[in-house]
């Protein structure tokens, strides 16, 4: 996914955007940038705190206003929509580099459908042997077609990303600088600005989150200078302003008896995306190589597909970790901290051995069937 750090713009122009993705090793082979990798595991670690409290069985609303609330709400559920952004801005940076076609993208689809495939697969298993409490027949209906059936949604967006990626990328560049630029000043306005206005139009988590941030980031790359290291440090630190400031609001609102969430850390919010863009340009500044991280950040993914998992979020956040019994607990936070990273850390091992297995069976000639398909149709076509 870590593809070259240089791209060209509509005009011919070679620009250079931070450091290098990759280098080569000793053997000719590719090295990832292991900042990137570690950026994408703190990510999903982001994500997996949110889900804690976004899917928990008590709401958070129901604590008294105090920090650790507020470390809940601003930090670890509000931290979870940057960790969104993040995750994708690693994608959307590193496809801006190459040409996009239709056969690759939905080559990426297939692919990841095997991924998503196995685990929904896995999941129905260990819930019908173990905890059917927590699984019903319409889950498992779901799970044996987990990317149309939307069983999770970030998968399900991406893929319509993936799909709909080589006619937007070429229809991006078609508009040239000034209309790609005008196009992201135009959004920036639809969902930026009015983001930050209470029942104002806004987005949800679904595709269109994803071309929204896609055509602010492929204007900067393409078409912008890039901005110094002070300049994203400034623009992530206005971001993290805007949240401080929301979150003052919302303890005022709780004191005259409004219990409500922090407005500003929704979905798709513009500083959201400046914290969340600002942070992956920091991390693309420094190179390094490390194999365990680069490892460990293979199955980020995976921690996502197990642990959102409807049965999952059952098991997890309402029975095993409640947070009604784990807020009043001493070091409350350090501890609920300590239990995401035990559960990452068993995901990960988990993939692991799902890495293996397909290693072992499905990746010695990976997308194989895809390619029959491809061929077989593209016969059909042209007979």
């Given at each position: 996914?870590?593809?070259?750090?240089?791209?060209t713009?509509?005009?011919g122009?070679?620009?250079?955007?931070g450091?290098p993705?990759?280098?080569r090793?000793s053997?000719?082979?590719?090295?990832?940038?292991?900042?990137?990798?570690?950026?994408r595991?703190?990510?999903m670690?982001?994500?997996?705190?949110h889900?804690?409290i976004v899917?928990?069985?008590?709401?958070v609303?129901?604590?008294?206003?105090?920090p650790?609330?507020?470390?809940?709400?601003l930090v670890?559920?509000?931290?979870g929509?940057v960790g969104v952004v993040?995750?994708?801005?690693i994608s959307?940076?590193?496809f801006?580099d190459?040409e996009?076609?239709i056969?690759?993208n939905l080559?990426?689809?297939?692919?990841?459908?095997?991924e998503l495939?196995?685990?929904?697969?896995?999941?129905?298993?260990?819930?019908l042997v173990?905890?059917?409490?927590d699984f019903g027949m319409?889950l498992?209906?779901?799970s044996?077609?987990?990317?149309?059936?939307?069983v999770?949604?970030?998968?399900?967006?991406?893929?319509i990303?993936?799909a709909?990626l080589?006619f937007l990328?070429k229809?991006?560049?078609?508009?040239g600088?000034?209309?790609?630029?005008a196009l992201a000043?135009?959004?920036?306005v639809i969902?930026?600005l009015t983001?930050?206005?209470?029942?104002a139009q806004?987005?949800?988590?679904?595709?269109f989150?994803?071309?929204?941030?896609?055509?602010?980031?492929?204007?900067?790359?393409?078409?912008m200078?890039?901005?110094?290291?002070?300049?994203?440090?400034?623009i992530?630190?206005?971001?993290?302003?805007?949240?401080?400031?929301y979150?003052a609001?919302s303890a005022?609102?709780?004191?005259?008896?409004h219990?409500m969430?922090?407005?500003?850390?929704g979905?798709?919010?513009?500083?959201v995306i400046m914290v969340g863009?600002?942070m992956?340009?920091?991390?693309d500044?420094v190179t390094?190589?490390?194999?365990?991280?680069?490892?460990i950040?293979?199955?980020a993914?995976?921690?996502y597909?197990?642990?959102?998992?409807a049965?999952?979020e059952k098991?997890?956040?309402t029975?095993?970790?409640?947070?009604?019994d784990?807020y009043?607990?001493?070091?409350a936070?350090?501890r609920?901290?300590?239990?995401?990273?035990?559960i990452?850390?068993?995901?990960t091992?988990?993939?692991f051995?799902?890495?293996?297995?397909?290693?072992?069976?499905?990746d010695r000639?990976?997308g194989r069937w895809?390619e029959?398909l491809?061929?077989k149709?593209?016969?059909w076509?042209t007979a």
């Amino acid at each position: 996914m870590v593809e070259s750090s240089q791209s060209t713009g509509t005009n011919g122009a070679h620009i250079k955007h931070g450091m290098p993705a990759h280098s080569r090793n000793s053997n000719g082979g590719v090295q990832r940038n292991s900042s990137i990798e570690l950026l994408r595991i703190i990510a999903m670690f982001m994500i997996l705190a949110h889900h804690f409290i976004v899917h928990n069985g008590y709401d958070v609303l129901k604590l008294p206003l105090g920090p650790e609330r507020i470390f809940f709400q601003l930090v670890m559920a509000g931290g979870g929509k940057v960790g969104v952004v993040i995750f994708f801005s690693i994608s959307a940076w590193f496809f801006l580099d190459k040409e996009q076609t239709i056969k690759s993208n939905l080559k990426r689809v297939w692919i990841m459908e095997r991924e998503l495939l196995f685990w929904s697969l896995t999941l129905v298993a260990f819930y019908l042997v173990f905890d059917r409490a927590d699984f019903g027949m319409k889950l498992m209906a779901k799970s044996f077609t987990p990317l149309s059936m939307n069983v999770w949604w970030y998968a399900t967006a991406y893929a319509i990303f993936l799909a709909l990626l080589p006619f937007l990328s070429k229809g991006l560049k078609a508009l040239g600088r000034e209309y790609h630029l005008a196009l992201a000043a135009t959004v920036l306005v639809i969902w930026g600005l009015t983001s930050f206005i209470p029942g104002a139009q806004s987005l949800t988590d679904n595709v269109f989150g994803f071309i929204y941030v896609f055509i602010l980031i492929s204007a900067y790359k393409w078409h912008m200078m890039p901005f110094t290291t002070k300049q994203v440090w400034l623009i992530a630190g206005i971001g993290l302003g805007f949240f401080l400031l929301y979150t003052a609001a919302s303890a005022t609102l709780s004191l005259l008896g409004h219990d409500m969430g922090i407005f500003i850390t929704g979905s798709w919010k513009l500083p959201v995306i400046m914290v969340g863009f600002g942070m992956f340009l920091l991390f693309d500044r420094v190179t390094f190589h490390s194999r365990v991280i680069n490892r460990i950040a293979q199955s980020a993914f995976a921690v996502y597909l197990i642990t959102d998992y409807a049965a999952s979020e059952k098991l997890l956040w309402t029975r095993l970790f409640n947070l009604q019994d784990l807020y009043q607990q001493p070091f409350a936070i350090l501890r609920i901290l300590g239990i995401l990273l035990a559960i990452y850390v068993v995901c990960t091992l988990l993939d692991f051995i799902r890495q293996a297995l397909f290693a072992a069976a499905l990746d010695r000639r990976r997308g194989r069937w895809f390619e029959l398909l491809w061929n077989k149709a593209s016969s059909w076509t042209t007979a």
